[in-house]
């Protein structure tokens, strides 16, 4: 394990207000998060920040969004000169319902109503990672190494780092956490998957400036830091090996994974002090052996203690957990429950699944079996072949390529909004709580016509949701 020394100081806030814990645990899970919602009321809030969502309960709304998606749909978007002159990967909506959009040739800001207000082009880059904004700013990587900031107003750089001499073309999420940014970077490292980014960038939000760098014990894949306190991060390399970190870079504890895997997914937190985390079975190269049957090989969901990485329970996934799930209140359900996507993409005949765990035991609770993959590749991307080869044959990518499935994203009321690689953005419930989602009760969808990258996930505000499909934006409102 390699982390380089600190480049500069990096001012922590305290976790605990003085006095605050007197004669409690100040470490319980409970108190833990009590005390970060407390200190975030303080700040200004948007309502679906970066793509998983706000901190801390990333992945779930305190709003509302239309169910019937299939009848509220207010206004959508795809590049002006045809769908498929661009790749579209995530969404992050601020206080004003406006939305920004990553899309490979730029970052993109529209208002409530759809009208476009700023673009911000990165070409020969591209962009490929959810956005984050934060404090005015627009957070955003790029696949020539780089790292940069942009006045939310009007896209216009306010500074730009170089952190390595690429960034994968994988999709994940850049993510801040007080004043400090985080990025994967350097895409050299040997993985069972090939190239892979190799290490997590820490930047002072601020300026830009690099404050540090870790290396963990395998390279990372749709890299994705979530925050269970004031003062640290956690993660899972594509083993599904979990790890936590201080703000200052500084390991605190590392557990699981399975050695020679890989998945497309990534880590989750709850409110209850857990840290989640998936892994396939199966090494890459076993996949290959499946090309004439419907790949089913099993995946395992992990929940670990976020204070010291003890293991709580482990549940079987019966398809490959290749997406980042949520985990809050679902509808019709008590407690606390876990949202996986489960799905082994790009394979013509493989089904995929959303599958619901109670967060504290790893009990099943509810299933939805969603499409099957009909054609040779994902919804779009067949289609998108030739103009985007066109576009971007300097790129590293020139199809989205993506998971099974979009992140899944949690109403207040428990509702599942996700995307589907066939084309569908779902909303699900399990109204009567017989353990099966379906029917027009419990099944809403609307047809985008092309497959969802993992980084893409359902922005919720106020009686809104906007998602992105791997070339086009929607907007549903009541």
């Known amino acids: ?48 920040p970066s793509g998983r969502g706000r901190f801390p309960y990333f992945a779930v709304s305190e709003n509302n969004a239309p169910f019937h998606v299939n009848d509220s749909l207010a206004w959508s978007w795809h590049h002006p000169d045809g769908r498929f002159h661009t790749l579209t990967y995530g969404t992050a909506v601020d206080n004003d319902l ?24 990165c070409m020969p880059a591209n962009f490929m ?19 940069r900031a942009l006045d939310m107003k009007d896209g216009k750089r306010i ?7 690429t960034i994968g073309q994988d999709n994940g999420f850049n993510m801040v956490h007080k004043g400090v940014l985080f990025s994967a970077a350097d895409w050299t490292a040997d993985s069972p998957q090939g190239p892979a980014n190799k290490y997590v960038k820490a930047l002072n939000a601020t300026t830009g400036d690099l404050l540090w760098s870790y290396q963990p014990d395998m390279p990372i894949w ?11 991060l956690v993660f899972q390399d594509m083993t599904g090996k979990a790890y936590r970190l201080s703000l200052e870079g500084k390991l605190m504890w590392k557990a699981g994974g399975l050695p020679g895997t890989w998945t497309d997914g990534g880590a989750a937190l709850g409110p209850n002090g857990l840290m989640y985390t998936v892994n396939n079975n199966h090494p890459p190269d076993k996949m290959q052996n499946l090309l004439k049957d419907p790949p089913t090989l099993p ?24 997406n980042a799930p949520a985990v809050g209140k679902v509808y019709g359900w008590d407690g606390l429950s876990v949202v996986i996507p489960v799905c082994q993409q790009v394979y013509p005949g493989a089904t995929c699944d959303v599958n619901v765990y109670d967060a504290n035991t790893g009990e099943p609770r509810w299933v939805f ?8 590749m994902q919804a779009g991307d067949l289609e998108g072949l030739a103009t985007r080869d066109a576009i971007f044959s300097d790129s590293q990518r020139v199809v989205c390529l993506p998971n099974g499935w979009s992140a899944p994203s949690l109403t207040a009321d428990g509702t599942v909004f996700v995307g589907s690689e066939e084309g569908p953005i779902f909303a699900l419930r399990d109204a009567d709580g017989d353990g099966r989602v379906l029917g027009e009760l419990e099944v809403s969808s609307f047809d985008t016509s092309g497959a969802f990258s993992g980084s893409s996930s359902a922005a919720i505000g106020p009686q809104m949701m906007a998602i992105a499909s791997c070339d086009s934006l929607f907007v549903f409102k009541a």
């Open 1 to 48: 394990m390699y982390r380089t020394a600190l480049l500069g100081t990096l001012p922590l806030a305290l976790a605990v207000v003085a006095g605050e814990c007197e004669g409690q645990d100040c470490d319980s899970p409970s108190n833990i998060f009590l005390q970060t919602a407390h200190h975030r009321k303080r700040e200004e809030k948007y309502h679906w």
């Open 299 to 322: 995946g395992t969901l992990s929940a670990y203690d976020v204070r010291d990485g003890s293991l709580k329970w482990r549940a079987t996934t019966p398809r490959p957990p290749n």
């Open 222 to 232: 749709n890299f994705l830091a979530l925050f269970p306190d004031e003062s640290s």
């Open 369 to 376: 079996h969603g499409p099957t993959q009909k054609g040779l």
């Open 129 to 147: 990672n959810a956005p984050v904004i934060d404090q005015g700013m627009v957070y955003i990587s790029d696949t020539k190494g780089g790292v």
């Open 159 to 165: 500074w730009h780092t170089n952190v390595s001499e």
């Open 98 to 121: 406006n939305v920004y959009l990553t899309c490979a040739d730029a970052m993109r800001k529209f208002d409530k109503d759809g009208n476009l207000l700023w673009e911000h082009n």
